[in-house]
Structure formats: structure tokens, C-alpha cells
């Protein structure tokens, strides 16, 4: 048994927050489990002082979306010197870029779509690239404000100019892949299994698709070549250490195979920050790698350090 002090990070401001909460609250029952003192955080603007009077040996980051993913948590934990698990301040506010992510990436030989970056109030009435694309905001996470724009629509969509949009005003355009929506999560510098997500009555990999029960189904390992299900793995460590990530990432990746077996493999974007709900997809990975969750957590937490 540890006897560690370990500080679970949870909540938060951003749209995540519900996620968060889930991931959390897992965590913290299972590293209890595994014989740590667990303190839960639901963290608000006066987390600094929180951890500087608790000083808990580690802060476990269950955080997702601005301010726990982009790097703001991460300085406060450098600050603070509070040994913390997920990558560090710089890579956590680079994948969280998803501009500067695609560049790091494209630099490293990684396949991306192509993709402009635009103010949202620059749509007019004209499509900035022809369709179909896909309209994401730059720094948001778990496909919050992800438009699919089709072949057919003869306008942008409306939405991105609206007053409703609640999500930054950068956001980027970016070719649709079509294909199937493949995962593979990085535990250390070595890869997990690969993940088919199919989507259950969802157009898409969605909020709903992903968080809630039945919304979409996990299939590990992927039914895929063996040659394609390898180079998916060595992608994603590839990403991994490209942007900088410490500890668990998880890269997406769309294939593209309607034409040929080996088809067209893209890279999306890498997770710093993967969900750890039970319907998590890297909890799973770990599983089938067998690792029952608490040894997963155990593993994190022992992984965890400052200078990230």
C-alpha cells in the first residue's frame, strides 16, 4: 500500500466540466482503492491556494478543456512544485492548439488534412474551401463546436457567425476526411491498442457519442490490416513525443480505406487530457494491454513530476 497523498483534480469552468467530474470521481474511488489518500478538488479560481495549504504529494489532473488541458493548471502545479501526472505546460498548451499541434505534427512527418485558420466573422457567403470541411474551434476539446459542413450545402454554415457561438472567435477549416475514426492511446513512450469508434445513431464522433452509455461502440483491437493497425501505433507515439507529452496521450486518426485496403490514413489531433469515465476509451486500451484500472492509475501517478 502507497500511503501517498494524492490530490484528484476534477470539475473546473470549462464546457467539460460534467466530464471531468465522471473522470474524477473514477479516479479518485480507484487510486482509494489502490491504497492512496485521496483528497478531491473540485477546482475553482482559488485552487492555488487550495493545494498550497494541502501540499498533497502528487496532483492527479483529471481536468479537461481551457484552463485544466492548455497549460494554465500545469504552471500553477510548476509553481506550487506539486508533482502532477499528463503532460506538462508547454506540450499541454501546444496539443491544445490545434493550428500549432497540426504544424508540430506535419513537421514530424505526420499525415494531416489540409486546414486554414479564420476568424469566425470573416464567413461570408462564400465556402473557404470547397466542401465537404469541417469547421472546429481552435482550442476546445470533447468536439464541442464541431460543424461538418456537406458536399451539398451551397452556404457556410450560420451558426459560426451567431451570437450563440461560444466558443473563440479563431477557428480552423479543415478538408473532411472521410472514413472510419480510429484511436490509439500512449502510455509512457509505448503504445496501446488501436480503437474503432463507431458511433451509435450519431452523424459523428459527438459530446453525446462520447460520454454518454450506448453512444457509441469501442471495437479493440480495430478490425484493420496489421500494416495499418502498426502504423496507426507508431503514429500516435510518434505525436506523442513530437508535441512533448508526458504520461497517457491519446492521438485520433481518421482511414479512409473505400478505395484501397491501405487507404488514407490522417492524423487528427492528440489528447492530453483523455477522458477516464468508464466509457473511456484509454482505460480500455489499458485493459486490453492488461492493466485493470487501478494499476493503470498507479502506474500515472507514480509517473508523475514537475519540469514536464
Known amino acids: 500500500m502507497s500511503g501517498k497523498h494524492v490530490a484528484v483534480l476534477m470539475g473546473g469552468f470549462s464546457s467539460e466540466r460534467p466530464v471531468s467530474l465522471s473522470s474524477g470521481a473514477a479516479c479518485a474511488d480507484a487510486l482509494e482503492g489502490e491504497g492512496y489518500r485521496v483528497t478531491r478538488i473540485d477546482v475553482d479560481r482559488n485552487v492555488a491556494s487550495v493545494l498550497a495549504d494541502l501540499r498533497p504529494d502528487v496532483a492527479f489532473n483529471a481536468l479537461h478543456g481551457p484552463f485544466g488541458e492548455d497549460g494554465t493548471i500545469q504552471g500553477i502545479l510548476e509553481y506550487l512544485e506539486i508533482p502532477y501526472t499528463h503532460s506538462g505546460v508547454l506540450a499541454s498548451a501546444l496539443a491544445m492548439d490545434k493550428a500549432q499541434a497540426k504544424h508540430v505534427a506535419s513537421a514530424a512527418g505526420i499525415p494531416v488534412a489540409d486546414a486554414l485558420i479564420m476568424d469566425r466573422h470573416d464567413f461570408g457567403s462564400k465556402h473557404p474551401m470547397k466542401p465537404p470541411y469541417v469547421v472546429k474551434p481552435v482550442r476546445e476539446g470533447s468536439s464541442f463546436g464541431v460543424v461538418i459542413v456537406k458536399e451539398d450545402q451551397s452556404h457556410p454554415p450560420q451558426v459560426i457567425t451567431s451570437s450563440e457561438w461560444r466558443y473563440g472567435d479563431r477557428v480552423m477549416v479543415e478538408r473532411y476526411v472521410y472514413g472510419r475514426e480510429l484511436t490509439c492511446g500512449v502510455m509512457g ?68 480505406d473505400r478505395f484501397s485496403e491501405d487507404g488514407e490514413l490522417i492524423w487528427l489531433e492528440v489528447n492530453t487530457q483523455p477522458g477516464m469515465t468508464p466509457t473511456s476509451l484509454v482505460p480500455e486500451m489499458a485493459a486490453h494491454a492488461g492493466h485493470t484500472f487501478g494499476e493503470f492509475l498507479r502506474w500515472m501517478v507514480e509517473d508523475a513530476s514537475c519540469l514536464r
Open 189 to 256: 513512450d509505448q503504445a496501446l491498442g488501436v480503437t474503432e469508434i463507431i458511433p451509435q445513431g450519431h452523424a459523428f464522433y459527438d459530446y453525446d457519442s462520447k460520454y454518454v452509455k450506448g453512444g457509441s461502440k469501442h471495437v479493440i483491437p480495430a478490425d484493420i490490416l496489421p500494416n495499418i493497425y502498426q502504423k496507426i501505433q507508431t503514429l500516435a507515439v510518434k505525436a506523442h513525443q513530437a508535441i512533448g507529452c508526458r504520461g497517457v496521450s491519446r492521438s485520433d486518426f481518421r482511414f479512409d
